[in-house]
């Protein structure tokens, strides 16, 4: 027996917007009905704790700005971002398993490497 295959874009798509709104909606009203309060106001003259560390998924951000001139790491983590989205776009190879893109591999590898080891050293600091 043949499998009847319906398509994506006016079924599918329609029926996901629809699920998308109604989730909305139940989201918005469990928001007008039970509003988390804000917390207590800042002081703008009251210096913050000597021991100030950012939640863990900024901790390699942070400790890369710590360890360079703040220029230099700004740029640097703006550099990283741009490449992050080209990437993409650079290596367009036809395979799609990781040992056919070894470049790809091995600088994921590092990436992943320096941002745990800034973590761990960010934490540890």
Do not use: C, N
């Not at 027996?1 to 917007?17: D, G, V």
């Not at 210096?47 to 942070?62: G, N, R």
């Not at 591999?105 to 590092?110: D, E, S």
């Amino acid at each position: 027996m043949e499998k009847k295959s319906e398509a994506f874009y006016p079924k599918h798509y329609y029926r996901a917007l629809i699920i998308a709104f109604l989730l909305l909606g139940v989201l918005m009203t469990l928001g007008v009905y039970f509003p988390h309060g804000l917390s207590e106001k800042a002081d703008p003259f009251q210096m913050p704790d000597e021991t100030f560390y950012p939640p863990w998924y900024f901790l390699p951000v942070f400790k890369l700005v710590e360890l360079m001139p703040e220029k230099v790491g700004e740029t640097i983590q703006f550099l990283l971002l741009i490449l992050f989205f080209i990437w993409p776009f650079v290596d367009r190879g036809p395979g799609r398993h990781y040992s056919q893109r070894k470049i790809s591999a091995f600088i994921g590898l590092l990436v992943l490497i320096g941002f745990v080891g800034l973590l761990i050293w960010g934490w540890l600091s």
